[in-house]
């Protein structure tokens, strides 16, 4: 009996399918999500296929004109069983972030819900290691996996309209960096000097899936003079 398939392809409408594997944050599994779409961009090519991978999904953009749900369904099926490649470049990064409450403006309030006082916090925050698992909501924001299940909280109620760039916050069982101002709905507690998005830049994402990341805490001054804004 030939054994059923590990993922699930869904139609998304009449230019697109979902890729699915069972659901859950693990770094194998998102190895091979970005494995199927990098080997389904090297069979199609880019101007045939756009690949948007998550945790656990793949998204398929396709042109109806070009290609419907069974022939990229074929193409998927006929890939090489190479999926559990590694990211390519996947590197180790330490980025500077202050925990300054003059930066962290929910700091105090996530040192509450969880229980911890804030120096417990930053320390538990800082001392993890953290995965790139993809890039999504905007440009070069980077999901972070890793974060210690102490500091897990949610999402706030009402997002702000404004996030400075740099901004370091959580979100339900994540952590990730704002790259740009934008509205956002995380619970902000620091803030990196680093630019993290520069379209002058290849990729303009400094960020990339399977990035290995740690966070090292600086203090207000020393943010100011790697050139941080207040």
Request: hydrophobic share 40%; with cysteine; charged share 20%.
């Amino acid at each position: 009996m030939i054994p059923p398939p590990e993922f699930t392809l869904t139609p998304l409408g009449d230019s697109a399918l979902v890729l699915a594997f069972a659901p859950r944050i693990d770094p194998d599994l998102n190895d091979r999500v970005h494995a199927i779409a990098a080997a389904l961009l090297a069979a199609l090519g880019t101007d045939r296929v756009e690949c948007v991978p998550a945790y656990h999904t793949l998204t398929v953009h396709f042109d109806p004109m070009q290609d419907d749900y069974e022939s990229i369904a074929q193409a998927i099926a006929g890939l090489p069983e190479c999926h559990d490649a590694k990211p390519h470049n996947a590197r180790d990064i330490v980025l500077p972030v202050c925990y300054d409450a003059r930066l962290a403006p929910d700091l105090q309030a996530v040192a509450e819900y969880t229980g911890l006082g804030v120096e417990a916090l930053v320390n538990l925050h800082s001392g993890a290691d953290y995965r790139v698992y993809f890039l999504g909501f905007k440009p070069g924001f980077a999901y972070l996996g890793g974060l210690p299940e102490a500091l897990h909280m949610p999402r706030k109620d009402s997002p702000r309209l404004n996030v400075l760039a740099g901004s370091v916050g959580i979100g339900g069982a994540q952590t990730g960096i704002y790259p740009g101002p934008s509205p956002g709905g995380w619970q902000l507690i620091g803030r990196t000097p680093n630019r993290l998005f520069d379209l002058q830049q290849s990729p303009p994402s400094f960020l990339q899936p399977g990035d290995r990341l740690r966070f090292q805490r600086v203090s207000f001054e020393e943010f100011v003079a790697m050139g941080g804004v207040p």
